[in-house]
Nanobody, 128 residues
């Protein structure tokens, strides 16, 4: 079982920045995906950003079109932490953000069915 613990959410004005962190117990030297998803009340989970690593090497990243150029997913292997850097935040980015993980031998999509483990979520609120 993999445990994921998010932090870094909060409230910010439109145009501001936040960094979300996800401390993971997944084997950092394995083949796996890590991802960030978000959800608003009454809506399904939306894929925001994912990354795929093989034997600890970063292979690929992907982003939702709505965040491309504003959000960056990256990781610290030594700290086994994945980050989501969010810049130029918009009110539409307000949501509960979830970290996700999966052991896999291929790049994951921005779909929750590709992931097996989930964090508890952290709230992001962007005021206009």
């Amino acid at each position: 079982k993999v445990t994921l613990t998010e932090s870094g959410g909060g409230s910010v004005q439109a145009g501001g920045s936040l960094r979300l962190s996800c401390v993971s117990s997944i084997n950092p030297r394995s083949n796996h995906c890590m991802g960030w998803f978000r959800q608003t009340p009454g809506q399904g989970r939306e894929g925001v950003a994912v990354l795929y690593t093989e034997n600890g090497r970063l292979i690929n990243t992907d982003y939702a079109g709505s965040v491309k150029g504003r959000f960056t997913i990256h990781r610290d292997v030594d700290e086994n932490t994945v980050y989501l850097e969010m810049d130029r935040l918009e009110p539409e980015d307000s949501a509960t953000y979830y970290c996700a993980a999966a052991y896999t031998f291929y790049m994951c999509g921005l779909v929750d069915s590709d992931f097996d483990y989930w964090g508890q979520g952290t709230q992001v609120t962007v005021a206009s």
